[in-house]
């Protein structure tokens, strides 16, 4: 017998067939005999409309109860998945986060996981009793709703996972894996059978949002075996017959000793919503870079990548950096506030950029990864504005409307494509 977390997002709970599927799903594993804790996103596109809602009730609105409307989708597809469990003979109860409890700080629509009270469930699953929690929501110290962030199932699901020390934690969503990139773009992208925590968390993090990245960070730090795999095969399926619990139908999110081998880069990731600022003719002196970035961080924007140019007179300088795009509107604007005392002469910026990222453990050991990088963008005429790297990724910012021929360009250059077979 083993202990499984078993998450199924949006596109997975859409309708009611799809609900009775994912029961299907449950029932296989309750049969085989393994206690089960299912973790549950809204309806596909339930969340979106209820973020619309907030947007279109007041000019501002108070984050808290920003977090008690959009945490409100998931309450419907908890009740209705363990209606459906019930329907087919498996016992089965909702939990709200508050009921669990899913403690978590008060940082309201990106809240972080402090703690998770297993001890109730435990006990349920002693009866029997599937337990069905909403993903994406918990209760802060003061005994108000919080959400974790868009996407933030996953995350909920590897904190239940770690807290039940489950044997896995298996994210079933509408790809049937982890794909070298997203297989929505490049359908020549291929399915991963394992792929490094390390690589997955920038892959995550890059923009490729199969996986919330807190939820691999979580999963890393945890040691839970986290795999992502499609809720669209059929539940009876007879390849999930006399399945052990290392069995892996999909990828498999595991330490780099786990893999026998490395590709020098192993995906892509990309990421549409960022917008570029400049700041020109800044005074080239001690300082000037924490003046520019304190506000910022104290207006909570978030800055990406930074490049500050060499001064031709040793006296002003050019300094570009990144936001995404909805946070552009505010960082322009504390950046104009701020104008006296930085004494630059010109603010540009552009909305419509791309993030396009390279990641593979691999490339720490390999020389010529980022020149043949520029020089495949150079090939396809694409300009690239600002670049950025780790040990383990390349990231570059491109416009925006070449996203698609950048992804596919390298993916091909990097030996990525699948090879069709005749
Ligand atoms: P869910 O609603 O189940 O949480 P998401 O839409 O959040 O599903 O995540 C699944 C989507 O992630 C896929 O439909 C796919 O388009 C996208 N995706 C982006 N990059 C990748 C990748 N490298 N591998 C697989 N899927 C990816
Ligand atoms: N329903 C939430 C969202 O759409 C959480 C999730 O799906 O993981 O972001
Ligand atoms: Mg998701």
């Given at each position: 017998m083993?202990?499984?977390?078993?998450?199924?997002?949006?596109t997975?709970?859409?309708?009611?067939?799809?609900?009775?599927?994912v029961?299907?799903?449950?029932?296989?594993?309750?049969?085989?005999?393994?206690q089960?804790?299912?973790?549950?996103?809204?309806?596909?596109?339930?969340t979106?409309?209820?973020?619309?809602?907030?947007?279109?009730?007041?000019?501002?609105h108070?984050?808290?109860?920003?977090?008690?409307v959009?945490?409100?989708?998931?309450?419907?597809?908890?009740?209705?998945?363990?209606?459906?469990?019930?329907?087919?003979?498996?016992?089965?109860r909702?939990?709200?986060?508050?009921?669990?409890?899913?403690?978590?700080?008060?940082?309201?629509?990106?809240?972080?996981?402090?703690?998770?009270?297993?001890?109730?469930?435990?006990?349920?699953?002693?009866?029997?009793?599937?337990?069905?929690?909403?993903?994406?929501?918990?209760?802060?110290?003061?005994?108000?709703?919080?959400?974790?962030g868009?996407?933030?199932?996953?995350?909920?699901?590897?904190?239940?996972?770690a807290?039940?020390k489950?044997?896995?934690?298996?994210?079933?969503?509408?790809?049937d894996?982890?794909?070298?990139?997203?297989p929505?773009m490049?359908?020549?992208?291929?399915?991963?059978?394992?792929?490094s925590?390390e690589?997955?968390?920038?892959?995550?993090?890059?923009?490729?949002?199969?996986?919330?990245?807190?939820?691999?960070?979580?999963?890393?730090?945890?040691?839970?075996?986290?795999?992502?795999?499609?809720?669209?095969?059929?539940p009876?399926?007879?390849?999930?017959?006399n399945?052990?619990?290392?069995?892996?139908?999909?990828?498999?999110?595991?330490?780099?000793?786990?893999?026998?081998?490395?590709?020098?880069?192993?995906?892509?990731?990309?990421?549409?919503?960022?917008?570029?600022?400049?700041?020109?003719?800044?005074?080239?002196?001690?300082?000037?870079?924490?003046?520019?970035?304190?506000?910022?961080?104290?207006?909570?924007?978030?800055?990406?990548?930074?490049?500050?140019?060499?001064?031709?007179?040793?006296?002003?300088?050019?300094?570009?950096?990144?936001?995404s795009?909805?946070?552009?509107?505010?960082?322009?604007?504390?950046?104009e506030?701020e104008?006296?005392?930085l004494d630059?002469?010109?603010l540009q910026?552009?909305?419509?950029?791309?993030?396009i990222?390279?990641?593979?453990?691999g490339?720490?050991?390999?020389?010529?990864?980022?020149?043949?990088?520029?020089?495949?963008?150079?090939?396809?005429?694409?300009?690239?504005?600002?670049?950025?790297?780790?040990?383990?990724?390349?990231?570059?910012?491109?416009d925006?409307?070449?996203?698609?021929?950048?992804?596919?360009?390298?993916?091909?250059?990097?030996?990525?494509?699948?090879?069709v077979?005749?």
């Amino acid at each position: 017998m083993a202990r499984l977390v078993m998450k199924f997002g949006g596109t997975s709970v859409g309708d009611i067939d799809r609900i009775r599927n994912v029961a299907a799903h449950v029932q296989r594993e309750v049969d085989a005999g393994h206690q089960v804790a299912v973790v549950v996103s809204a309806m596909s596109g339930e969340t979106n409309r209820l973020v619309g809602l907030t947007r279109d009730v007041a000019r501002l609105h108070d984050a808290r109860e920003y977090d008690v409307v959009v945490s409100a989708g998931e309450q419907v597809s908890v009740g209705l998945l363990a209606m459906a469990l019930q329907d087919v003979g498996v016992a089965a109860r909702s939990w709200l986060g508050w009921q669990i409890a899913m403690k978590t700080s008060d940082v309201h629509g990106a809240a972080r996981i402090e703690d998770v009270d297993v001890a109730a469930m435990e006990e349920q699953f002693g009866e029997g009793r599937v337990a069905v929690i909403a993903g994406f929501q918990g209760i802060s110290g003061n005994g108000r709703i919080t959400t974790l962030g868009r996407g933030g199932s996953d995350t909920s699901a590897v904190a239940v996972a770690a807290a039940l020390k489950a044997d896995r934690c298996d994210i079933y969503t509408d790809v049937d894996g982890v794909y070298t990139t997203d297989p929505r773009m490049v359908p020549a992208a291929q399915k991963m059978n394992r792929i490094s925590y390390e690589e997955m968390l920038e892959m995550a993090s890059l923009g490729a949002k199969v996986l919330q990245t807190r939820s691999v960070e979580l999963a890393m730090s945890h040691n839970v075996r986290l795999q992502v795999r499609s809720s669209f095969d059929a539940p009876d399926d007879a390849k999930f017959k006399n399945m052990a619990p290392d069995d892996i139908v999909g990828t498999l999110i595991c330490d780099e000793d786990e893999i026998m081998e490395h590709e020098i880069v192993s995906g892509i990731a990309y990421a549409r919503n960022e917008a570029k600022l400049t700041l020109l003719g800044v005074p080239d002196r001690p300082g000037i870079a924490a003046q520019i970035f304190g506000p910022l961080a104290d207006a909570a924007v978030n800055v990406d990548m930074i490049v500050q140019n060499m001064s031709p007179d040793g006296k002003t300088t050019d300094v570009t950096f990144t936001v995404s795009q909805d946070e552009l509107e505010r960082a322009v604007k504390v950046v104009e506030a701020e104008k006296v005392g930085l004494d630059y002469s010109q603010l540009q910026s552009a909305p419509e950029m791309a993030k396009i990222s390279i990641v593979g453990v691999g490339m720490r050991s390999h020389a010529g990864v980022a020149q043949k990088m520029f020089k495949v963008l150079a090939d396809q005429g694409i300009n690239i504005h600002v670049i950025s790297t780790s040990e383990i990724k390349i990231s570059v910012l491109i416009d925006a409307d070449y996203v698609e021929p950048a992804v596919r360009a390298l993916h091909a250059a990097y030996g990525l494509d699948e090879e069709v077979a005749g």
